[in-house]
């Protein structure tokens, strides 16, 4: 069992260009989201999904885009990326029921130069 | 609005001591829960506990023990007789009921804790 992949483990980009950060999940949680993680600041929402169709933004949005066509895969746009878009990007995945939890996938280690 | 602190950046015990990570949050839900992750350095976030705010019981697993004391708005987590394993980041977070798959956590800003041999 997978669990939650993401790909690529790690990524350099040149301010301006675009990219796509993929996560599938393979549990068939209904629940998918993303996070980035940056020193001193702990993990913050950037966006999530309820099930396929739907996606809603979180904490700190902009600059990125979500798309959820199937239950497995959410994948999270770049559309111009930012020095400060540098990051490590977390993807999570969770079902509804008495042992929900978040599972979370190894990461993106981003570098925005 | 949601809110976790973690005040301890960082932590440096040697090994066998007893070390105690604060979490202090605030929240206007009358339910909510509250987790721990383990974050090594290898990166991955491992989740140690999940607490609703109706169970104020402390919990021990092995090693590891859980506060929660709704009165001062803290979930804290103690490790006894620490190892060098126990080396990692910890974060508390929070999120609201559950019917959202917990997708919505609030992370503290996470403690470093380095144990030593």
């Known amino acids: 069992n997978a669990g939650v992949t993401q790909t690529p483990k790690f990524q350099v980009l040149k301010t301006g260009q675009s990219m796509t950060l993929q996560c599938a999940q393979d549990?068939?949680?209904?629940?998918m989201s993303w996070y980035r993680q940056d020193p001193g600041m702990g993990l913050r929402l950037i966006h999530y999904s309820v099930g396929a169709g739907i996606t809603d933004q979180g904490e700190v949005p902009n600059g990125y885009n979500v798309s959820r066509s199937t239950t497995e895969d959410f994948p999270l746009r770049l559309l111009s990326a930012a020095p400060s878009q540098t990051s490590v990007y977390f993807c999570?995945?969770?079902?509804?029921?008495?042992?929900?939890?978040?599972?979370f996938g190894s990461g993106t280690q981003l570098s925005v130069l | 609005a949601q809110k976790v602190t973690q005040a301890q950046t960082e932590i440096s015990v040697v090994e066998k001591e007893d070390v105690t990570l604060d979490c202090v949050y605030e929240?206007?839900?009358?339910?909510?829960?509250l987790f721990w992750y383990k974050q090594p350095p290898s990166g991955e976030l491992v989740f140690l506990i999940r607490?609703?705010?109706?169970?104020?019981q402390n919990e021990i697993s092995g090693r590891y023990s859980w506060n929660f004391q709704k009165s001062t708005s803290s979930f804290n987590f103690t490790i006894t007789a620490s190892q060098v394993v126990d080396s990692a980041v910890y974060f508390c977070a929070l999120s609201e009921a559950p019917g959202t798959g917990f997708q919505k956590l609030v992370f503290g800003t996470g403690t470093r804790l380095l144990v030593s041999p």
């Open positions: 999570a995945s969770s079902s509804v029921g008495t042992n929900e939890k978040l599972f």
């Open positions: 607490r609703n705010s109706f169970d104020e």
């Open positions: 929240t206007r839900d009358t339910t909510y829960y």
């Open positions: 549990m068939n949680h209904e629940y």
